[in-house]
C-alpha cells in the first residue's frame, strides 16, 4: 500500500530564505508526481508536474525534483515571499491491476514566510 | 471551461438530508475523480470516471455515496441519507487522460452536516 508523507509538517522562514520541502513515497510505481498549493479554504492548485521517467521540473522559482528509486522528492522554492505562505501538497499517480490511476496525497507541509 | 467548477461552494443539510454536489471539468478532460478532504491534510479518494463510465469506485461507502458523470451534463456526487461524519470538503479534478497527465482541481465543495 502506497503511503505519502511530507517532512516538515510546518515550516516557518523569514522572507527571502530559500527553502526545501520533502515527500518521501513507499512505493517507487508511480506514473507522476505532483506538487499543489492550498490556501486556507481555497482548493489545490497545480505547481509542477514531474513524470516518472523525469528528474526534475522548473517553474518560476520553484523547482521540483524525483528520485524514484529512492522514493523522494523534494519541492524547492527559492527566495521566498509571504504570498508562498500556504499549504504544499505532493501527490503521487499510482495504477493497480493495470487499471487505475488514482493520487495518493501526503500529509502536507504547512508554510508561513515571515515579512 | 478552463477550470474544474464546483457548486455549490457551501452546502448545509440537517442529519438524513440529501446532499447533492456538482462538477464541471475542463473543457477536453475525459478523467474526472472525486476526493473528500475530511482532517486538515487528509484526502480520501472516492471515484474515478473515464468520460461517463465508473473507472474505480474502490474508495465509494456505496450504501449512501453515488456518482455519475453523463454526456453534456456536469458530473454529480449525491449524498443519501448524510450523517454527521460525511461533513468535509469534496473536491473534483479533472486530467485529460487517465496517465500522466497534470490534475487540476476545483475549489471545492464544503458540506456541513448539522
Known amino acids: 500500500k502506497q503511503e505519502v508523507t511530507q517532512i516538515p509538517a510546518a515550516l516557518s522562514v523569514p522572507e527571502g530564505e530559500n527553502l526545501v520541502l520533502n515527500c518521501s513515497f513507499t512505493?517507487?510505481?508511480?506514473?507522476?508526481l505532483q506538487w499543489f498549493r492550498q490556501d486556507p479554504g481555497k482548493g489545490l492548485t497545480s505547481l509542477l508536474l514531474?513524470?516518472?521517467?523525469?528528474r526534475e521540473q522548473t517553474s518560476g522559482r520553484l523547482n521540483a525534483s524525483l528520485d524514484k528509486s529512492s522514493g523522494r522528492s523534494t519541492l524547492y522554492i527559492a527566495a521566498s515571499q509571504p504570498g508562498d505562505s500556504a499549504t504544499y501538497l505532493c501527490?503521487?499517480?499510482?495504477?493497480?491491476?493495470?487499471?487505475?490511476?488514482?493520487?495518493?496525497f501526503g500529509t502536507g507541509t504547512l508554510l508561513a514566510v515571515q515579512p | 471551461g478552463e477550470e474544474v467548477a464546483q457548486t455549490p461552494k457551501h452546502l448545509v443539510r440537517g442529519e438524513g438530508q440529501k446532499a447533492k454536489l456538482y462538477c464541471a471539468p475542463i473543457?477536453?478532460?475525459?478523467?474526472v475523480f472525486w476526493y473528500q478532504q475530511v482532517l486538515k491534510n487528509e484526502f480520501k479518494f472516492l471515484i474515478s470516471?473515464?468520460?461517463?463510465?465508473?473507472?474505480?469506485e474502490t474508495g465509494m461507502p456505496k450504501e449512501r455515496f453515488s456518482a455519475k458523470c453523463l454526456p453534456n451534463s456536469p458530473c454529480s456526487l449525491e449524498i443519501q441519507a448524510t450523517k454527521l461524519e460525511d461533513s468535509a470538503v469534496y473536491f473534483c479534478?479533472?486530467?485529460?487522460?487517465?496517465?500522466?497527465?497534470?490534475?487540476?482541481f476545483g475549489q471545492g465543495t464544503r458540506l456541513t452536516v448539522v
Open positions: 479534478a479533472s486530467s485529460r487522460d487517465r496517465l500522466n497527465t497534470e490534475a487540476f
Open positions: 512505493d517507487s510505481a508511480i506514473y507522476n
Open positions: 514531474i513524470q516518472s521517467s523525469q
Open positions: 501527490a503521487v499517480a499510482i495504477v493497480y491491476g493495470g487499471a487505475t490511476n488514482k493520487l495518493i
Open positions: 473543457k477536453g478532460h475525459s478523467y
Open positions: 470516471f473515464q468520460n461517463e463510465n465508473v473507472f474505480d
